[in-house]
Antibody, heavy 124, light 110 residues
Framework: QVQLQQWGAGLLKPSETLSLTCAVY????????WSWIRQPPGKGLEWIGE???????NYNPSLESRATISIDTSKNQFSLKLRSVTAADTAVYYC??????????????????WGEGTTVTVSS | QSVLTQPPSVSAAPGQKVTLSCSGS????????ISWYQHLPGTAPKLLIY???KRPSGIPDRFSGSKSGTSATLGITGLQTGDEAHYYC???????????FGGGTKLTVL
């Protein structure tokens, strides 16, 4: 049974870099997309971006300039770095595994495995 | 402002049936499969429905999904107090090249 375990600094000052890592247990990277999703307090879910098993990345346009997602297949881990954080980046951050495929001319992209979430607070 | 539109809240009595709506456009729901997630406070979201109407293993058949055009619906029958949660729809958006969510619907079981 695949499990995702995530960790990283929970308290940052404005302008610092958020850094989170997610370890994948019970599954290899192959055949899946691995992403980060966040939820600011009192708001809905927001997809930050993804990395494929080959290391190809894709980001939410609103965060693309500040976000970097990478994988380390030797450690079965993937990571998120978000530069120049502000209070607006305060949120619970989740790592997740996605299954993606196309059939009947439609794209299916969904996640069935999530990390437990990490609360990140940005405050001076 | 979310790309997909969901009503902020819905309420119903235990045992009743409720439908949660999600509307979008041709660039997202209109051309791709939708998934639904249940989010309880302090926990990670849980996949309820994928590919418009498929249930993962372990999800009871009280939960169902459908899609028509640029809108989708999550149905829940036999409501239980444990169903109180936020529910999110999500799909891929071809114009944004991003995975997009609805703003979420808070379900209250009175």
């Amino acid at each position: 049974q695949v499990q995702l375990q995530q960790w990283g600094a929970g308290l940052l000052k404005p302008s610092e870099t958020l850094s989170l890592t997610c370890a994948v247990y019970g599954e290899s990277f192959s055949g899946y997309y691995w992403s980060w999703i966040r939820q600011p307090p009192g708001k809905g879910l927001e997809w930050i971006g993804e990395v494929s098993d080959s290391g190809r990345t894709n980001y939410n346009p609103s965060l693309e300039s500040r976000a970097t997602i990478s994988i380390d297949t030797s450690k079965n881990q993937f990571s998120l770095k978000l530069r120049s954080v502000t209070a607006a980046d305060t949120a619970v951050y989740y790592c997740a595994r996605h299954t993606a495929y196309t059939y009947s001319n439609s794209y299916s992209y969904h996640t069935d495995v999530w990390g437990e979430g990490t609360t990140v607070t940005v405050s001076s | 402002q979310s790309v997909l539109t969901q009503p902020p809240s819905v309420s119903a009595a235990p045992g009743q049936k409720v439908t949660l709506s999600c509307s979008g456009s041709r660039s997202n729901i209109g051309n791709n499969f939708i998934s639904w997630y249940q989010h309880l406070p302090g926990t990670a979201p849980k996949l309820l429905i994928y590919d418009n109407n498929k249930r993962p293993s372990g999800i009871p058949d009280r939960f169902s999904g459908s899609k028509s055009g640029t809108s989708a619906t999550l149905g829940i029958t036999g409501l239980q107090t444990g169903d109180e949660a936020h529910y999110y729809c999500a799909t891929w958006d071809n114009s944004l090249n991003s995975w997009v969510f609805g703003g979420g619907t808070k379900l209250t079981v009175l």
